[in-house]
């Protein structure tokens, strides 16, 4: 009898719980592990009490655990060379190298690889202070970027000067987000796309479009968060199409990293957005996006677990396909109390167990209380809540309706997910 694999998952969120659930479905019924993981997870992994920056500390689990794959969730790991510590034990590795990671670790190299690759990208230059910051602007709204990991939040659209400034001295004075540049960009016009290609140092085999919402409140107004819902397939955006913007943002990313000698695995994600001039990437993400992967994954008929594991390998991609289902999928995010600028913890979460099977609900910010075993939020995005059916409308009515039978104190839905795709 062949023994069953065994794949960590590394992470503690919506994504990886997403995850957890796609190679559930695997035909090769994987044992799975995740580190650290959430009381979600846990219900279809053993969790391991690894912090997912301990770099050392994973890469030891998943050998003293005699991994076969493991799937790194998060860009702090990946950009921390986690992929690389891996690669030294001889373990496979679904992601980059820190090298490769840089994409998404800095935004002034992910504009120079885009650059010499000649992928279509906004104008942009990058400064170090806050009146060359200024002095780069050449009309408003102007997007300023900082350069390094920010959690999804190290993003300012400002409308004015003052806005402009406002944002320049968060990034470069008070240091929000640490020591850093900041990249002064050109703000794009037309509607936004996230597509997905798992590569494996060669080829870019692109998944199902999604959109997201960054925005914390309906209509795109308030701050940005890292996400506060999405959906896929998107109108308009079908096989031919993905294709052809994957052959313009994705392959000649994967093709100048190969060449460079620092080849892509894992899974590059292209922000993307759909101008009048043609698509023009915003931004690369190293990893699966959250909360898309939440609305893609459930739609993939392919083995989870076939894919990511060929992508670990140099080649391992060549003659494979990617089968989505039809249905539509309405991915909801449930945010605590005073999200994005102060999240609440601690709320007790009710209704999770009156939750439809055919829903899937994903563990984002969660925790079990020790004292009586409660579920509690724990982060800023507590659960994702996705729903398939025939029709975009079917399946935002099923999210919305399993979200409002779920309660914690203070929680922040967005009531306008997909209405893009029901409206068309």
């Not at 996006?289 to 739609?299: F, K, M, S, Y």
């Not at 999240?343 to 055919?358: F, N, Q, S, Y």
């Not at 009586?372 to 996705?386: E, K, Q, S």
């Not at 029709?391 to 919305?400: Q, S, V």
Request: aromatic share 4%; net charge negative.
């Amino acid at each position: 009898m062949t023994a069953r694999p065994r794949i960590l998952v590394v992470g503690a969120g919506g994504r990886e719980h997403a995850l957890v659930r796609a190679l559930q479905r695997s035909a090769s019924e994987p044992e799975l592990l995740c580190a650290p993981g959430n009381p979600g997870i846990a219900a279809g992994a053993r969790l391991l009490p690894v912090a997912v920056d301990d770099v050392a500390g994973l890469a030891g689990a998943a050998q003293d655990a005699a991994c076969d794959l493991v799937v790194i969730g998060p860009e702090a790991p990946l950009v921390g060379g986690l992929a690389d510590e891996l690669a030294a034990r001889g373990i496979a590795a679904f992601g980059p190298s820190a090298a490769a990671a840089r994409l998404e670790g800095s935004k002034a190299f992910a504009k120079e690889v885009m650059e010499a690759a000649g992928v279509p990208t906004a104008r942009w230059s990058v400064v170090d202070d806050v009146d060359a910051g200024m002095a780069a602007i050449e009309r408003y709204p102007v997007v300023l970027k900082f350069d390094g990991l920010a959690a999804g939040k190290g993003v300012v659209i400002a409308a004015d000067a003052r806005q402009a400034r406002a944002a320049l001295e968060e990034f470069l004075v008070a240091r929000r987000f640490g020591a850093g540049r900041v990249v002064v960009e050109e703000c794009l016009e037309g509607e936004e796309l996230s597509l997905l290609a798992l590569c494996d140092g060669e080829r870019a085999l692109p998944m199902a479009p999604a959109q997201d919402y960054k925005r914390i409140f309906d209509g795109d107004e308030g701050p940005n968060t890292g996400g506060m819902g999405s959906y896929s397939p998107v109108p308009g955006i079908g096989p031919e199409r993905v294709a052809q913007i994957a052959a313009l943002v994705h392959q000649p990313i994967v093709d100048l990293l190969a060449a460079r000698g620092t080849p892509f695995h894992g899974v590059l994600y292209a922000g993307i957005m759909l101008t009048a001039d043609g698509p023009k990437v915003l931004e690369y993400n190293v990893r699966f996006g959250d909360p898309e992967t939440q609305a893609v994954l459930p739609r993939l008929r392919s083995d989870a677990h076939e894919l990511l594991a060929a992508a670990a390998r140099p080649g391992g991609l060549a003659g494979a396909r990617l089968d989505f289902g039809d249905d539509w999928a309405v991915t909801l995010v449930l945010a605590s109390a005073g999200y994005p600028e102060a999240p609440r913890t601690g709320d007790v979460i009710a209704g999770l167990d009156e939750v439809d099977a055919a829903i899937e609900v994903t563990h984002a910010g969660t925790a079990r209380r020790d004292e009586d075993g409660a579920i509690v939020t724990a982060g800023g995005r507590v659960l994702n809540v996705t729903a398939l059916a025939a029709t975009p409308a079917l399946a935002r009515d099923g999210a919305y309706a399993a979200a409002r039978g779920i309660s914690f104190a203070g929680s922040q839905l967005r009531s306008d997910i997909a209405l893009r795709a029901v409206d068309r």
